[in-house]
């Protein structure tokens, strides 16, 4: 299964790769330049499914934990002060996503949403210290009956250079629903209050809406 939003990219990939590899066998006598195109159409297509595929998952609801909103690493546990929306100190959870991860960003807890904002920027890599402020970014807050106000940040890196967010202020979403897709690597912060249990460590790699991110 693929996500919708990598259904125009795969058709233009597939279209490509086949057209390319019907000129190279039609037009290139060299049997080693013809291989080297195909196979280079083919790795590149492969890399193309495997970056927006969208695998089917059983998830376990529970209002008393929030869910990883992402696959890949945790690169970030600290207390933090932050300063679009709370504008005071947060818990701040940092996962980062390779180019290989599945990259559907979901919502760590179910609630209404009463902020979301898309915000244009630069494309430094997800790592970098200003990234979570200069980068294209969009933020969303979801507030949950169980944990209050919950806000995650997609963040764009150097590849990612496009962030698809679904979140309308007003609605009524459901934990692990999708809330938006960043293409091409990239990371997610989710800002907790202070005193919540992580239930992840440092280095750690997590699936997005089945990994326990956090708990009461």
Known sequence: MF???????????LTFAVLASIVADSFITNIYYKGAIIITCMV?????????????????????ALL????????????????????????QVSVFMSPINVHVTRYPAGGEVIFSKYHPGKFLVAWHPKSSEENERTTVVVKSSSFGEIL????????????????????????????????????VDVFLPLGTKIDVTLNQKVTGGITILASK
């Open 68 to 91: 990883c909103p992402v696959d890949g690493k945790v690169v970030v546990i600290e207390e933090v002060f932050e300063k679009e929306y709370f504008k005071d100190k947060r818990l």
């Open 152 to 187: 995650h940040r997609q963040i764009a890196g150097a590849l990612a250079k496009r962030i698809v967010n679904y979140a309308e202020e007003g609605e009524t979403v459901a934990q692990a629903s999708d809330s938006g897709f960043i293409k091409f690597g990239s990371r």
């Open 3 to 13: 996500h919708r939003e990598g259904h125009k990219i795969i058709f233009g990939m």
């Open 44 to 64: 590149l297509l492969v890399l193309v499914l495997q970056f927006f595929r969208n695998p089917k998952r059983h998830f376990s609801l529970n209002e008393d």
